[in-house]
T-cell receptor, first 116, second 116 residues
Framework: GENVEQHPSTLSVQEGDSAVIKCTYS??????FPWYKQELGKRPQLIID?????GEKKDQRIAVTLNKTAKHFSLHITETQPEDSAVYFC???????????????FGQGTILTVHP | KAGVTQTPRYLIKTRGQQVTLSCSPI?????VSWYQQTPGQGLQFLFE???????NKGNFPGRFSGRQFSNSRSEMNVSTLELGDSALYLC???????????????FGPGTRLTVL
């Protein structure tokens, strides 16, 4: 089955700096890659996602890049703010039905701390 | 639209008991997935339901089961509780367009289950 590795497990930055979180996946059939942000005691919330027919997607301060050949994708947060502090999860899925229905395989998470 | 809701939010049970958790998806969403979140194992897929049918199942023992009703509300049941079942149980709903295509999953707030 699919396996997703996420690095680093913790990341500490100063306000205004950029933060990068990287994930690698094992199943070359995966073609949908969402990123979730989970604040303490709250539900995971989708912040951005990308499909395999696109190499990069950007939404204001957040961007995701995908390299299908290397099977890795990355989250980039620019101009970080203290409210960006949370746990970030990457995930992978694929559009073939069957054993993929409704299943996201998650990375282990990255605790991001943005210091004022 | 109202978001995904889960009840109860907190549960304390003892070993050997059984528990039922409930999830109400976003109106119009037909797919409900369940995940277990623990500090050690992260977010792990339990199962997914669509149109009252389980379409996919993760690697959990048979003590974990679920069902979906005609209004898309879903329940999961854990029988013969073990200490290791203590976790945050999250459900996520998605619209699921026709044909195989991974849609955005929107998470509920979770049910925190503690097994003593």
């Amino acid at each position: 089955g699919e396996n997703v590795e996420q690095h680093p497990s913790t990341l500490s930055v100063q306000e205004g700096d950029s933060a990068v979180i990287k994930c690698t996946y094992s199943d070359s059939a995966s073609n949908y890659f969402p990123w979730y942000k989970q604040e303490l005691g709250k539900r995971p919330q989708l912040i951005i996602d990308i499909r395999s027919n696109v190499g990069e997607k950007k939404d204001q301060r957040i961007a995701v890049t995908l390299n299908k050949t290397a099977k890795h994708f990355s989250l980039h947060i620019t101009e970080t703010q203290p409210e960006d502090s949370a746990v970030y999860f990457c995930a992978a899925s694929w559009d073939a039905g069957g054993t993929s229905y409704g299943k996201l395989t998650f990375g282990q998470g990255t605790i991001l701390t943005v210091h004022p | 639209k109202a978001g995904v809701t889960q009840t109860p939010r907190y549960l304390i049970k003892t070993r050997g008991q059984q528990v039922t958790l409930s999830c109400s998806p976003i109106s119009g969403h037909r797919s409900v997935s369940w995940y277990q979140q623990t500090p050690g194992q992260g977010l792990q897929f339990l199962f997914e339901y669509f149109s009252e049918t389980q379409r996919n199942k993760g690697n959990f023992p048979g003590r974990f089961s679920g069902r979906q009703f005609s209004n898309s509300r879903s329940e999961m049941n854990v029988s013969t509780l073990e200490l290791g079942d203590s976790a945050l149980y999250l459900c996520a709903s998605s619209f699921w367009r026709e044909g195989p295509r991974a849609d955005t999953q929107y998470f509920g707030p979770g049910t925190r289950l503690t097994v003593l």
